[in-house]
Nanobody, 123 residues
Framework: QEQLVESGGGSVQAGGALSLSCAST????????MGWFRQLPGKERERVATIYRDGVSHYSDYVKGRFTISQDNDKNTLLLRMSSLKPEDTAMYYC?????????????????WGQGIQVTASV
């Protein structure tokens, strides 16, 4: 049974940086796409960044230029490097993955989720 496990979250001052990792128990080469989503209490889960098997990545406007998504295929790990963090980036971040040509564009279309990890950027 495949499993996605996030690590690396925590608290940082606004303007600082954090990196998130998502370790997969199966080969990430088998996924059509992977990504990071985030969710605030009482709000819907929103896409942050996604990366597809062909290497193409997409970013939401509110993180473009500040966050970088990447994959380490040898370690079966998805990464998210976050810099210039803002208080509004504070949320629970979730690793996501899909197989079989299923896009990672919206939370409702995601098949596999990690358990989530908290990121807090404070003033």
């Amino acid at each position: 049974q495949e499993q996605l496990v996030e690590s690396g979250g925590g608290s940082v001052q606004a303007g600082g940086a954090l990196s998130l990792s998502c370790a997969s128990t199966t080969s990430i080469r088998d996924y059509f796409c992977m990504g990071w989503f985030r969710q605030l209490p009482g709000k819907e889960r929103e896409r942050v960044a996604t990366i597809y098997r062909d290497g193409v990545s997409h970013y939401s406007d509110y993180v473009k230029g500040r966050f970088t998504i990447s994959q380490d295929n040898d370690k079966n790990t998805l990464l998210l490097r976050m810099s210039s963090l803002k208080p509004e980036d504070t949320a629970m971040y979730y690793c996501a993955a899909n197989r079989a040509q299923r896009p990672c564009k919206e939370a409702s279309s995601v098949r596999y989720w990690g358990q989530g990890i908290q990121v807090t950027a404070s003033v």
